[in-house]
């Protein structure tokens, strides 16, 4: 079983729609929680990060972590086709180190 | 620059040859990772540098592989005697030093071909 569990996709919805994304993980002493967006041929780039569990809002985007459940979501509203790309959770433990990341979903908003 | 600068940014070689990818990190920065990518994949953890030093290099595949830091700065990741198997993107990343690296900054990656 993998570290990080992530529904590879491919998702597609409709302009305007509110995404889900989640990730399910094993390791209780993950501690931080991020959400990477990549693009086709490039790297990926940091969208946002949350501590522990709770919810963060940035703009469109929400992230949220239950620890309880070793589950994290993203949501994305009123999505626009600019938003299309590969979306990949990443998590770390307290000790810090490496990022261990999902296997990202890749998500295609059409207009 | 400003980002993360790999190069070459595209390599085709040989089976059985030997390549160099090269990391230029943000200045500043003491942490730096690799991934590989492979298509359609999630990133593979590959090694992480904190200074020169190397404390986890868990996710190496092989032997064939290894990678140097010098001036905590510049990484470079060699293959040996590549194979069609280690056709992949190798990205590296790298964040300011402390704990936890929350923002890992990546560079393009190294689109490597092996035929």
């Known amino acids: 079983q993998k570290e990080v569990e992530q529904d590879p996709g491919p998702l597609s919805v409709p302009e305007g729609a509110i995404v889900s994304l989640n990730c399910t993980y094993s390791?209780?002493?993950?501690?931080?929680f991020m959400w990477y967006r990549q693009y086709s041929r490039k790297g990926p780039e940091l969208l946002m990060y949350?501590?522990?569990?709770g919810n963060k809002e940035d703009g469109r985007f929400t992230a949220q972590v239950d620890k309880s459940s070793k589950y994290i979501s993203l949501f994305i509203r009123d999505s626009q086709p600019s938003d299309s790309a590969t979306y990949l959770c990443?998590?770390?433990?307290?000790?810090?180190?490496?990022?261990?990341f999902g296997q990202g979903t890749e998500l295609s908003v059409k207009p | 620059g400003a980002g993360v600068s790999q190069s070459p940014s595209n390599k085709v070689t040989e089976k059985g040859k030997d390549v160099e990818l090269r990391c230029d990190p943000i200045?500043?920065?003491?942490?730096l990772y690799w991934y590989r990518q492979r298509l359609g994949q999630g990133l593979e953890f590959l090694i992480y540098?904190?200074?020169?030093?190397?404390?986890?290099k868990s996710g190496l595949p092989s032997d064939r592989f290894s990678a140097e830091r010098t001036g905590e700065s510049v990484s470079t990741l060699t293959i040996q005697r590549t194979q069609q198997e280690d056709s992949a993107v190798y990205l590296c990343?790298?964040?300011?030093?402390?704990?936890?690296?929350?923002?890992?900054?990546f560079g393009q990656g190294t689109r490597l071909t092996v035929v």
């Open positions: 200045s500043g920065h003491t942490a």
């Open positions: 990443a998590m770390i433990d307290n000790q810090g180190g490496k990022l261990i």
């Open positions: 540098f904190q200074g020169n030093s190397a404390p986890d």
């Open positions: 949350t501590y522990s569990s």
């Open positions: 390791n209780s002493a993950f501690q931080y």
């Open positions: 990343a790298s964040s300011i030093a402390g704990t936890p690296n929350t923002e890992a900054f």
